[in-house]
Nanobody, 124 residues
Framework: QVQLVESGGGLVQPGGSLRLSCAAS????????ATWYRQVPGKGRELVAR????????TVAPFGKGRFTISKDNSKNILYLQMRDLEPEDTAVYLC?????????????????WGQGTQVTVSS
């Protein structure tokens, strides 16, 4: 059974940090590139960061550059998103996705599998 399960969300004050995790099971995670997205009610899904299947290549959305780091531990089948200097505008549900490819062909390339998401709330 294929699963992606996010964890690590919560309430954090502005300027704080969180590390999100996405645990993969039921497929060979090391063969999959992966993405973190975020979604706010009433708005579309927003790409946060992407990583290649090996973890050697990454990209981060402009709003996250210098603050967010994506990483992947293929020995543990876990995808991470380290976030620091969080702002109220970062409040969203964060979801992970995985695609059976080394790297995404385009920014619009869709994932094969999705998690349910974890809520991140940045508020004082």
């Amino acid at each position: 059974q294929v699963q992606l399960v996010e964890s690590g969300g919560g309430l954090v004050q502005p300027g704080g940090s969180l590390r999100l995790s996405c645990a993969a099971s039921g497929f060979t995670f090391s063969n999959y590139a992966a993405t973190w997205y975020r979604q706010v009610p009433g708005k579309g899904r927003e790409l946060v960061a992407r990583i290649s299947s090996t973890g050697a290549t990454t990209t981060v959305a402009p709003f996250g550059k210098g603050r967010f780091t994506i990483s992947k531990d293929n020995s543990k089948n876990i995808l991470y998103l380290q976030m620091r200097d969080l702002e109220p505008e970062d409040t969203a549900v964060y979801l992970c996705g995985a695609k059976n490819t080394w790297w995404y062909a385009s920014p619009r390339d869709e994932d094969d599998y999705w998690g349910q998401g974890t809520q991140v709330t940045v508020s004082s």
